[in-house]
């Protein structure tokens, strides 16, 4: 309660400094990301996995909602399609590592993860391989989604839809199951729970959300590249979960919010400073990583993580 | 929600409305417009000396008095060649800054998520960095472009060559992305021309440390004429690999290898290597007296040797300058359009080509000319190649 | 020509491998995978330019110089920073890497002109070639094999020979039983840091003549990390033949394979060696 609070005044704040659409926009894209995040700290937070590849899924949903957008077809269709395809990769990621967990899954993603990018480049009937697709802006019930409120409230409430999901899948008895697992494997295997089906299903869970957040991204951005989604995406969208808090959902959105909106704020923090420092390339590079590593010994847990109960690894 | 979300646009669309009366960016006094560069990501060895380039015409302009007793101000973004970033610059330059135009954008990611965006705004999208066809085709009053693309310049590049050694077997070495694709269909439509076709095409991806493979390749298939579609440092690693081999093959580059970190870095290996430039290398040596006196302020004012980026950069802010006066005193972007549209321009002191813009045309300039290095330096071999 | 493709994949594994092989010696001994291998990397090849251009030392003194700064300066963010993530839920040590990472590139970028072009470290033999038959070696290629072979060697007697090597084994097999063994578990993981670092900074100078000394050379180290899975992320031969690997089949797969299957064939075998040794391919027998 108190950190929805908390968001919401840094929301106002954020508006009332920034001006409307530079913040709208700029919450558009951490609602984006939250999404993803959210669906790697299923992963991560609950099945105890660590996903090397997460920025592929992004990128299979944002392929498959950008050439069915292209092809005109209506969101309805094309959004839960490009969630249900990259979910489908999801699982196929998880066959390898399902049984053994741990480094072996953490493995597998990475190589899948590497081959969605060459598939990417090379599928041009689909993708336009390197030249790059230009997607169109979002139609939804009749009404063009191109400026910086549609996009804000699109992404929020597809973020509010995620974001009950999860809760819910937590909370429940599959919730449970996951931490028994995370946990202890042999003791959650000794009571009946099928450990390398419910990772299977964490990652086909989580990235499916990643397909979701992929899908708007190609509309946000319009244009798309295999390069965006390349192994560096994968470890972005893994250091955001860990800075906002791998044992809470609440996490993703903070650690989306340090990832999207840090480097704006560092930005124009830099334009006011004597213009020789503010003229020096890395500058603003350098700014995020002090920042970052400041986040993390000041709070190692997560910005949401608080006192959080120390997570066993496998092995 | 339908209906909110048409109340809430209608508002914005207000307050657009509101703050559309005057032109925007342009007050009595100054003119800001924006840029967005890579200074920190992969191609930020292109950021640092187009940044620079740019803010010295200005700076040089304002000491002038400005255009028209407009002073120019250009605020500059780092994307870190990241969209992402990019699309959020864009909306803070057009939102908080409230910039007049974009100029230079660096990098085709970049260029393409921003770009419908800025011309969404209304603002003139001016001379990226992109050798997108979207940044100039199909015509827009708001998009123009100076650079020649890859594909006219490297199919009259691989004529010439072609017609003037008698080449029969051409081969490719391409970067695996848009930059290696737009060159080779350059290098195929130019040789379907002459009746060829490539013996041979092999790519690399960016990053790539060894090229034994491709050259190897390139070598086995007989290729007497390679075109490289490479940057800087590939074309080093290539053409080393080549001569390595004992391979002297005939090997042409494109502009994004003519640099001359080129030469400095790769050596005697790459002697006679053909390149083709749209705009020449500031050489010290040899410079007629106001390039020299251009290097000069150049090296003082940042403490770094000038290239052909900083050229570019330079380039780049003249020519918008130029469309400024046109433009007159009353300047909004209807009358910068029709100045720009009007606008010829005579070679320069650097011996860069002549921009010529219409109503029809939005691209400045198609031709690149060939060069050799020779001696250790880049060496201009022909005209431009119209 | 099979040789002579094969010879240059050899040396890129080379590269590959080293740069592993930094991934894994901190993995092992601190449980933690480093996000800054590729800046420190970086950042070992700028500091061998400065001593060597800057400075005006001899070339060889200038690359023992930075190699030795490395490993002092990687003992020192062990000490300063790292230290604090013991003790943490241990992926705190993982985050704190990739932040330092973008400061050590930030802090490089900087500077005008580390950013501004690109630079040549003009090691010996580069440039020079050597005929074998009809297979002609770049000695650059030469450098990094033997270099490697030598660091290996080097790195194998000290982890069986040394007492600080012995120590180090005997921490990353069981941080626990080695403490009371008397082994200074901590001392351990400076000396792991500082290693991983003079590590990465060799891979940067012999990295150097291939691809030129910028800011962004560290990329290279999104290849070798791939290959530090492959070999199991805990086996220091593995790295090594996990990169080997990867280069040679890199060269191989561009020579023979037609376009558009050449540059995912590497991934794909890692991903068919994951479904036959699902540890890696060198990892340790021993139950989990």
């Known amino acids: 309660m ?204 989580g990235a499916g959300m990643a397909g979701l957040a992929g899908a708007l991204y190609a509309h946000w951005l319009a244009y798309l590249s295999p390069e965006q989604f390349g192994l560096q995406l994968s470890f972005e969208l893994l250091m955001l979960v860990f800075i906002g808090g791998v044992g809470r959902l609440s996490g993703a959105i903070w650690g989306a919010a340090v990832f999207v909106a840090l480097p704006q704020l560092i930005a124009l923090a830099t334009d006011l400073l004597p213009a020789r420092w503010a003229a020096a390339s890395g500058t603003e590079t350098m700014a995020f990583g002090v920042l970052i590593v400041l986040i993390i010994l000041l709070r190692p847990g997560g910005i949401a993580g608080g006192r959080r109960q120390g997570r066993r690894e496998a092995g | 929600m339908k209906r909110l979300v048409s109340l809430l646009g209608a508002c914005l669309a207000l307050f657009a409305g509101s703050a559309a009366a005057a032109t925007p960016g342009v007050t009595a006094d100054q003119i800001r417009v924006a840029t967005i560069q890579d200074l920190s990501g992969p191609i930020a060895i292109l950021g640092a000396p187009i940044r620079d380039g740019m803010v010295m015409r200005f700076d040089e302009e304002n000491e002038r008095g400005g255009v028209h007793g407009r002073k120019l101000r250009i ?312 | 020509m099979f040789a002579q493709v094969l010879t240059s994949g050899i040396a890129t594994g080379c590269v590959y491998g080293l740069v592993a092989l930094s991934f894994v010696l901190i993995y092992k001994a601190t449980e933690t995978v480093s996000f800054m291998q590729g800046e420190l990397l970086m950042l070992g090849a700028f500091a061998a330019l400065y001593v060597h251009e800057g400075l005006g030392w001899p070339l060889i003194a200038a690359a023992g110089a930075a190699v030795a700064g490395m490993f002092v300066f990687g003992a020192l963010l062990e000490r300063g920073v790292l230290r604090r993530a013991i003790g943490q839920p241990h992926l705190t040590a993982l985050l704190l890497t990739f932040g330092l990472g973008m400061m050590l590139r930030g802090a490089v970028t900087m500077v005008p002109a580390a950013s501004h072009e690109m630079h040549r470290l003009p090691l010996p033999f580069a440039g020079a070639h050597i005929g074998f038959g009809t297979v002609v070696v770049a000695g650059e290629h030469l450098v990094v094999i033997a270099a490697t072979a030598l660091l290996c060697l080097g790195l194998s007697l000290f982890f069986r020979l040394s007492r600080a090597g012995l120590a180090l084994r005997a921490c990353s097999e069981n941080p626990r039983i080695a403490a009371l063994m008397g082994v200074s578990v901590s001392g351990m993981h400076t000396l792991a840091w500082a290693l991983g670092a003079a590590l990465a900074a060799c891979a940067g100078l012999l990295l150097a003549p291939m691809t030129f000394v910028f800011p962004g050379m560290g990329l290279i180290a999104l290849k070798a990390f791939p290959a530090a899975v492959l070999g199991g992320m805990s086996s220091l031969p593995g790295a090594l033949a996990g990169g080997l690997f990867l280069g040679v089949v890199e060269a191989i797969a561009g020579l023979y394979l037609p376009e558009g299957v050449k540059d995912a064939t590497g991934y794909a075998l890692l991903l068919l060696a994951l479904l036959v040794f699902p540890r890696g391919l060198f990892a340790s027998r021993r139950a989990p």
């Open chain 1, 2 to 205: 108190k950190g929805s609070l908390l968001a919401l005044v840094i929301g106002a704040a954020a508006i009332a400094v920034l001006g409307t659409s530079y913040a709208l926009s700029q919450f558009a894209f951490v609602a984006t990301w939250a999404i993803a995040g959210l669906g790697l700290s299923l992963i991560l937070g609950q099945a105890g996995q660590i996903s090397l590849g997460h920025g592929a899924f992004l990128g299979i949903g944002a392929y498959v909602e950008g050439a069915l957008a292209v092809a005109g077809w209506p969101a309805w269709a094309s959004f839960p399609l490009a969630v249900l395809v990259a979910a489908a990769a999801g699982w196929v990621a998880a066959l390898p590592g399902r049984r053994l967990g741990g480094m072996a899954f953490a493995m597998s993603t990475l190589a899948i993860a590497l081959l969605v990018e060459e598939a990417l480049v090379r599928w041009e009937g689909l993708t336009r391989g390197a030249a790059g697709l230009a997607i169109p802006p979002l139609q939804l019930f009749g009404q063009t989604v191109s400026g910086p409120l549609g996009q804000f409230v699109v992404s929020a409430l597809l973020l509010l839809v995620a974001y009950g999901c999860c809760r819910r899948w937590v909370g429940s008895r599959l919730g449970r199951a996951w931490r028994a697992v995370r946990d202890d494997e042999v003791a959650a295997a000794a009571v009946g729970i099928d450990c390398g089906a419910l990772r299977s299903l964490a990652f086909v869970l």
């Open chain 2, 75 to 386: 605020a500059v973004e780092d994307s870190g060649y990241d969209p992402k970033k990019a699309v959020l610059a864009t909306r803070k330059l057009l939102q908080r800054d409230g910039v007049f135009a974009f100029l230079g954008d660096l990098g085709t990611p970049v260029v393409m998520a921003t770009m419908p965006i800025i011309v969404g705004a209304g603002r003139p999208h001016l001379f990226p960095f992109s050798p997108h066809e979207a940044t100039y085709q199909p015509l827009d009053p708001l998009k123009f472009q100076l650079f020649a693309p890859y594909q006219d310049y490297m199919s009259a590049a691989v004529q010439e060559m072609v017609r003037n050694n008698g080449y029969k077997r051409v081969g490719l070495l391409y970067q695996d992305d848009d930059y290696g694709l737009e060159v080779m269909k350059g290098v195929e439509a130019g040789l379907a021309r002459l009746g060829q076709t490539l013996v041979e095409k092999t790519g690399y991806k960016r990053g790539a440390t060894d090229f034994a493979s491709q050259i190897a390749r390139l070598r086995a298939a007989g290729c007497d004429f390679v075109v490289l579609a490479t940057v800087v440092r590939e074309t080093v690693g290539a053409v080393s690999e080549a001569r390595k081999l004992g391979w002297n093959v005939d090997m042409l580059v494109t502009a994004s290898g003519y640099s001359a970190q080129t030469h400095e870095l790769g050596g005697k290996a790459m002697e006679g290597l053909y390149g083709v430039s749209v705009m020449p290398h500031p050489y010290p040596a040899g410079a007629n007296e106001r390039l020299g006196e251009w290097i000069e302020r150049y090296r003082t004012r940042y403490d770094a040797e000038p290239n052909v980026w900083s050229v570019m950069g330079y380039n780049v802010a003249d020519v918008f300058i130029r469309g400024l006066r046109g433009a007159g005193r009353d300047l909004t972007v209807a009358s910068f359009v029709h100045a720009m549209e009007n606008l010829s321009t005579t070679r320069d002191f650097f011996g860069g080509p002549a921009y010529h813009f219409s109503a029809q045309d939005h691209l400045g300039n198609r031709h690149g000319r060939l060069a050799r290095i020779e001696g250790g330096k880049w060496v201009l071999i022909s005209d431009y190649l119209k």
